[in-house]
């Protein structure tokens, strides 16, 4: 079981940038595809974006697209979320998560933004966007 740690959340106001990252352990990162979820407080999970394990596919949820840029370094078991041009409405946890398969050779968006299809979830990391 692979452990997942997030990092680089904060307050930042409305029009900033925050980039996330989520290191990995204990497991084969480069052979996992990798997403990025948030949860608001009273809603439900929501998906943001998801990556390949070779990083050459991403998927990102309307809300997000032109504004976030998912990215991964396989050689340092490292997930990246590069979110630009932060809204108020952007807060929430921020979580990684990890692929149950391994080796997968198929993806779609559909498939990947669902949470089942991962396995192992980081604790989150906070972002909060001031007005």
């Known amino acids: 079981q692979a452990q997942l740690v997030e990092s680089g959340g904060g307050l930042v106001q409305a029009g900033g940038s925050l980039r996330l990252s989520c290191a990995t352990s204990g497991g084969t990162f480069s052979s996992h595809g990798m997403g990025w979820f948030r949860q608001a407080p009273g809603l439900e999970r929501e998906f943001v974006a998801a990556?390949?394990?070779?990083?050459?596919?991403?998927y990102y949820e309307d809300f997000v697209k032109g504004r976030f840029t998912i990215s991964r370094d396989n050689a340092k078991n490292t997930l990246y979320l590069q979110m630009n041009s932060l809204q108020p409405e952007d807060t929430a946890v921020y979580y990684c998560?990890?692929?149950?398969?391994?080796?997968?050779?198929?993806?779609?968006?559909?498939?990947?933004?669902?949470?089942?299809?991962?396995?192992?979830w980081g604790q989150g990391t906070q972002v909060t966007v001031s007005k």
């Open positions: 990556i390949s394990r070779s990083g050459n596919i991403t």
């Open positions: 998560a990890q692929d149950r398969r391994m080796s997968r050779t198929y993806y779609s968006r559909r498939f990947m933004s669902q949470p089942e299809t991962y396995a192992d």
